[in-house]
């Protein structure tokens, strides 16, 4: 099922809001990330310099067949190769990964979702001792042109909250700032 506010506005408007090289430098995610799982790659707006950056290979699914055919007509217009993208509901379905097989999974733009702490421990599933939950979101601020609902719209402590009660992770409190509307968190996955 497709997750409450989830429906991508024009895709030239959702991209002007986004500084997406930015944004991914100041998460550090880069080089050192093997494999990766990514939950809606939308317009493939992160999906593909993502997989750019990765040493190994980005999984990314979608449950809009639609938002899956534009990502991978992009992969191949740009000769990105290492990117597997599939149509899939993660609520359902899980990440269609192995478990305990990536060194990080994102979760961009997304937890304002029914079911954070579920869909939380399905990420921490996926990911390998060591490996991360990469969150991003909308600020909590009715200013930014565009975000969920404010009355569903999470702060970075609840997600903190969410994340530590799953029993999977760990966070160091740190809130990391992705101008120009968004903030950033990394969630370690605690040792099994
Ligand atoms: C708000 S968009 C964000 C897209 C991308 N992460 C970004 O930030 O550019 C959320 C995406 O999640 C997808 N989605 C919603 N429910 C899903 C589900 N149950 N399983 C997989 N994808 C889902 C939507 O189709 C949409 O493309």
Known sequence: MRL????????????????VEL?????????????????????????IPVARRLLGTLYTVDVDPAMVARTRARAE?????????KALDVMAEGFGVPPASM?????????????????????????RDGGAAFVIH?????ATPRGPSMDIRPRPEQIIAW????GL????????????WHYGLRLARAPR
Not at 4 to 19: K, V
Not at 174 to 179: C, E, G, H, T, Y
């Open 4 to 19: 409450r506010e989830s429906g991508m506005p024009d895709e030239g408007y959702w991209e002007s809001l986004l500084e």
């Open 23 to 47: 944004i991914l430098d100041c998460l550090g995610i880069d080089g050192r990330i093997r494999d990766a799982v990514e939950l809606g790659c939308g317009y493939g707006t992160f999906s």
């Open 77 to 85: 217009a740009q000769s990105v190769t290492n990117l597997v993208c």
């Open 103 to 127: 060194d990080a999974c994102l979760l961009f733009n997304i937890l304002h979702c029914e079911e954070p702490v579920r869909l939380l421990r399905l990420a921490g599933d996926t990911l």
């Open 138 to 142: 909308w600020r909590y601020d009715p």
């Open 163 to 166: 994340a530590l009660e799953t």
């Open 169 to 180: 992770f760990t966070h160091d409190g740190k809130v990391i700032d992705l101008p120009p």
